[in-house]
């Protein structure tokens, strides 16, 4: 019951934040508008990759951008005495991280519903309700391991120097990771590096789904990189909020 009321206090604290949500919800439907059209019909570099591809890229940044931006205001919650302020509450230190963690993944569902919007009203994309909820739920159960990246930074880094490290985390594993542009298309040496990042795999489960399916094998070694980054993001997000309860 403490975590469910801390967790709505957590939500409407976000959305009393009109520049985080414009940034995180509104700006990758934007930039995924811009691009589709930029690509379309007759335009440099149409056709690269099937509509609905894209869109379950711009789907997966979405998400990333709004788990992991969550770090920045837990650096500035840090900055002006809140998380110290919750340790004099009832709630567990467990409770506090998980109740910020899942604020931002909750938060990602308007992000992801925005890109959805576009793709289906913009672009004409026809896929079945039982596919708008797979890929959906792809996206959103899979952005786990960057919600727990997200926690961590905000617990490592200053208020100063959070947006910089968390746009340079969201910017990088996007490009790098395929979710702009199919990884498929890159070079083969940054290919390498893109099979290394979290955000190839997560992508691809979906983008596997849309293009007619992932071998069994396929599918579990995507799970078994993304649960593999996931452990070791909650390990540092958990050695992060020690380091900062002990100070």
């Not at 409407?12 to 990758?28: G, I």
């Not at 094998?217 to 995507?222: A, I, V």
Request: net charge positive.
């Amino acid at each position: 019951m403490l975590t469910r009321h801390y967790l709505l206090f957590e939500l409407r604290r976000l959305r009393r934040d009109p520049k985080f949500v414009v940034l995180t919800v509104a700006m990758p439907a934007l930039l995924y508008l811009m691009l589709s059209t930029v690509g379309g019909p007759g335009a440099p570099g149409a056709a690269y990759a099937p509509d609905a591809v894209v869109m379950a890229g711009m789907a997966c940044h979405g998400v990333l951008m709004v788990t992991v931006t969550n770090g920045v205001n837990i650096a500035l919650d840090r900055n002006i005495g809140w998380v110290a302020q919750l340790r004099t509450t009832p709630l567990r230190a467990t409770q506090i991280v998980i109740g910020k963690g899942v604020s931002g993944l909750l938060l990602s569902v308007l992000s992801l519903l925005a890109v959805f919007l576009i793709g289906g009203s913009a672009h004409g994309i026809q896929l079945s309700a039982a596919q708008w909820l797979e890929i959906g739920a792809i996206t959103w159960l899979g952005s786990l391991p960057f919600a727990l990246l997200g926690m961590a930074l905000g617990f490592l880094v200053s208020p100063t120097t959070s947006g910089p490290a968390v746009m340079a985390c969201v910017i990088g594993m996007s490009a790098l990771g395929g979710l702009w542009v199919p990884a498929r298309l890159f070079p083969a040496s940054l290919q390498h590096v893109s099979e290394a990042l979290p955000t190839n795999h997560w992508v691809h489960l979906s983008q596997a789904l849309l293009e007619g399916g992932a071998s069994p094998l396929s599918e579990l070694s995507d799970l078994a990189v993304l649960g593999g980054w996931a452990v070791g993001f909650a390990l540092l997000a958990g050695f992060a909020f020690r380091r900062e309860v002990t100070r």
